[in-house]
């Protein structure tokens, strides 16, 4: 009786009910887009950099984290490739190189990164591949050969077929340098890579630094969904043989993108609480303004013998039928909003001429949403817990209601 009464009440101001059901679900769907826009950048920045670098887990040196340098290495690098590849989660397993050397050329020098990779494990899983913009990418059967970034080469008046000597220090700490040629180049539209990386074979990088065959200072595990990287980090852990290996998410590896994202995620919520306290701030009015204009109506309810808790009962309930309504309308819309830039993306080219680079990592200018049952249900059930509590006031005026003052 009191569910059909309330039900019954919402529509007796159609067009209040309608402009508060309007209200709701633009805010909640205008929440349920950014919300799916940041877990879509987020996603893209996130599997760019894995692939690029070292991976959703890394294994490493005990101390390579502490102070990188190319004597903390991993021995017998292959077998562990060849054990974990097998893995259902496991993607590609990628050994790497990472040193530093200063690349010297006729036009001069400038101190670079130096990427030892093994060419088939990048070329199936890295975008850098995919940034080639003159000449082809390198071959495990390459020797002294390296891909470099278009400012590098800019800088160094490099080209591709062009020789450049790379100097730095070996395991040992000795002074040693070595002659490469340009096979390609690659532009990234990050000013960090495609100023700052030269990837080589890591053959050629094992040679360079004077390591031992079969040696890598990563190996960077890239997963078919990032949501294995726990089970699979546990996993690795709990397999490796008595090593000097650590096994880190890339949280830990790179730490800046973890940062960047838990900022930008913090700053998304406060605007989402905006939003959400304008939507409230509505429903509260729309609550409230019944209550004002039934007081006649209450006061004579009660008179006749309906009890407070009946009237605060059909109240309540008018706020959740306003909210469940509104809610229910938010997730329609907002879901076909974010299914739609899901399917066809947002390209961002006009507006970021330059590209997007995110803490040194270069990301698509065509954005896609991320569209997850947490995304559509979480914003819509706190959109809802929060009209039932808005609704609170409102109940309290109307069984606080002087009978005798609107009797008369």
């Known amino acids: 009786m009191l569910v059909k009464l309330a039900f019954r009440n919402i529509w007796r101001n159609k067009r209040r009910t309608i402009v508060t059901m309007i209200s709701m679900a633009f805010g909640l769907a205008l929440a349920i887009f950014f919300v799916s826009w940041g877990a ?13 670098q ?6 490493e040196h005990r101390l390579f984290r502490d102070a990188p340098a190319i004597d903390l290495y991993v021995e017998k690098s292959s077998e562990i490739v060849k054990a974990v590849s097998g893995w259902p989660e496991v993607e590609e397993v990628k050994p790497i190189v990472m040193g530093q050397g200063m690349i010297k050329s006729g036009a001069g020098s400038l101190g ?3 990427m030892g990779v093994l060419p088939s494990a990048e070329s199936a899983a890295s975008p850098l591949v995919k940034s080639i913009k003159k000449g082809g990418y390198l071959e495990d059967s390459d020797g002294a050969l390296a891909v470099v970034g278009s400012k590098l ?13 790379i100097a730095t220090n070996d395991v040992s700490g000795n002074l040693t340098e070595e002659l490469c040629r340009v096979k390609a180049i690659f532009e990234t539209k990050s000013d960090e890579m495609d100023t700052y990386v030269i990837q080589v074979p890591i053959s050629f990088a094992r040679s360079l630094f004077r390591m031992p065959e079969d040696s890598a200072t990563q190996l960077g595990v890239i997963l078919n969904n990032a949501k294995f990287q726990k089970p699979v980090k546990k996993r690795l852990a709990a397999t490796l043989p008595e090593t000097r290996a650590a096994v ?6 790179m730490p800046e993108v973890a940062s960047y994202i838990r900022m930008d995620r913090s700053s998304n919520w406060i605007f989402q609480a905006i939003l959400l306290f304008l939507v409230l701030f509505t429903i509260f009015n729309t609550v409230s303004m019944s209550v004002l204009e039934r007081r006649r109506e209450f006061a004579i309810l009660m008179a006749i013998g309906t009890r407070p808790g009946q009237l605060a009962s059909v109240v309540f309930l008018e706020s959740a039928f306003l909210g469940a309504l ?19 993306g947002i390209d961002l080219a006009w507006f970021v001429e330059g590209g997007i680079s995110i803490s ?7 954005i896609f949403t991320m569209v997850t049952p947490g995304i559509l249900f979480v914003p819509a059930a706190l959109v809802f817990a929060a009209t039932l509590l808005v609704s609170i006031f409102p109940m ?3 069984i606080k209601i002087a009978i005798a003052d609107y009797l008369r």
């Not at 070292?54 to 294994?59: F, I, Q, Y």
């Not at 080469?153 to 000597?165: E, H, R």
């Not at 880190?248 to 590896?253: F, G, L, T, Y």
């Open 40 to 52: 879509g950048v987020y996603a893209k920045l996130i599997d760019q950099a894995v692939r690029l």
């Open 54 to 59: 070292a991976g959703h887990v890394t294994l």
């Open 112 to 114: 670079a990164a130096v």
């Open 153 to 165: 080469a800019a800088k160094l008046n490099l080209d591709v077929g062009k020789k450049f000597v």
């Open 248 to 253: 880190r998410a890339w949280q830990e590896v």
């Open 326 to 344: 509104g809610c229910i309308s938010g997730i329609v819309l907002g879901g076909i909003i974010a299914w739609i830039f899901n399917v066809v």
């Open 360 to 366: 040194g990592f270069a990301v698509s200018t065509r």
């Open 396 to 398: 309290r005026r109307a």
